[in-house]
């Protein structure tokens, strides 16, 4: 058996022992945090080259002529409406036409369904009809780039398309901004085990621990009575091992929330629970 020198933990292989030797490296988070960060940087690069590679070639809407952008790059046609018209045309021109006769019964039916129509039914049917082709009592008209004139969608809040959005000071001002995090185990030098976090505010608070030194775990689950009288187990966030307090990181209350650190803190009085909002974590040092 291959045991660890540090905490005694044996393994029934070399590679096992080796893969838990970096458990007690406290180099070993930022190495990690820096192949993830390398990785993604390389395959931003290499998204980045093939959209660059596209647009120099793009390939074109068949009905209208437009080049599509590169999340249709498959795409035959840049909207629904290109295809219909596309098809339309195609179906007349294969001898697919509606003849004089089958017109004139469809007209006649539209009109007795309209002469039999109350002036309410009337009204609704204008109304869907107008909400479909306009928004806002305005038509949305197609809207372009303003660089490379590709046709962007008219839910876009900006007058680029995503590359030249990306480049424009509006959007690395954004991207700057924005920050995401990802659900991860963190390790605690004190305990010499991984942690998961569940949200950026435990990070947050996490990194404030580390910068000042203190001791903490994580707490084991505590036990809480609804109403009805249902028992029910409660998984707080820290535990301070020094000031043996319990510390509970919320970002948001929920409907049922407040109802039920109120019960966990009344039926628990010999443990000293401390809920932390949002605004204070982001205020620490």
Same mark, same amino acid.
């Given at each position: 058996?291959?045991? @660890? ?7 029934? #292989?070399?590679?096992? *022992? ?33 959209? *660059? ?8 809407? !068949? ?6 952008? $590169? ?6 046609? @840049?909207?629904? +409406? ?16 509606l003849t004089v006769e089958t017109k004139s019964t469809i007209s006649k039916a539209l009109l007795k369904y309209r002469l039999s129509e109350t002036d309410e039914q009337s009204n ?20 372009? @780039? ?8 008219? +839910?876009?809040? $900006?007058?680029? @398309? ?8 509006? /959007?690395?001002?954004? &991207?700057?901004?924005? =920050?995401?995090?990802? !659900? =991860? ?6 305990? /010499? ?9 435990? $990070?947050?608070?996490y990194k404030y621990l580390v910068r000042h030194s203190i001791r903490w775990s994580k707490p084991k689950s505590i036990i809480w009575i609804d109403a009805n009288g249902k028992q ?28 039920? &650190?109120?019960?966990?803190? =009344? ?15 982001? #205020?620490?040092?």
């Amino acid at each position: 058996m291959n045991k @660890c020198k540090i905490c005694d933990k044996e393994f029934k #292989s070399v590679y096992g *022992l080796s893969a838990h030797s970096q458990v007690h490296n406290t180099n070993y988070k930022e190495t990690r945090e820096k192949q993830q960060l390398a990785s993604k940087l390389y395959m931003a690069e290499i998204k980045k080259n093939n959209i *660059l590679k596209y647009m120099s070639e793009p390939n074109c809407c !068949k009905q209208c002529n437009d080049s599509l952008s $590169y999340n249709k790059r498959y795409n035959k046609f @840049c909207s629904h +409406h290109c295809s219909a018209t596309y098809t339309n045309k195609k179906r007349i021109d294969n001898g697919y036409r509606l003849t004089v006769e089958t017109k004139s019964t469809i007209s006649k039916a539209l009109l007795k369904y309209r002469l039999s129509e109350t002036d309410e039914q009337s009204n609704n049917r204008l109304v869907k009809a107008k909400n479909t082709r306009l928004k806002n009592g305005t038509e949305k008209p197609n809207r372009h @780039c303003k660089i490379c004139n590709i046709k962007i969608g008219k +839910h876009n809040k $900006y007058d680029y @398309c995503k590359i030249h959005y990306l480049q424009s000071v509006e /959007g690395q001002k954004n &991207m700057a901004n924005y =920050q995401k995090f990802n !659900k =991860q185990y963190v390790y605690n030098e004190w305990t /010499g085990e991984q942690v998961y976090l569940l949200s950026g505010l435990e $990070y947050t608070y996490y990194k404030y621990l580390v910068r000042h030194s203190i001791r903490w775990s994580k707490p084991k689950s505590i036990i809480w009575i609804d109403a009805n009288g249902k028992q029910h187990q409660y998984f707080p966030d820290f535990y301070l091992n020094d000031s043996n307090e319990i510390i509970e990181i919320k970002g948001h209350w929920r409907n049922a929330d407040r109802d039920k &650190m109120n019960k966990v803190i =009344q039926q628990n009085p010999d443990k000293t629970i401390v809920i932390i909002e949002s605004k204070e974590v982001k #205020s620490l040092d």
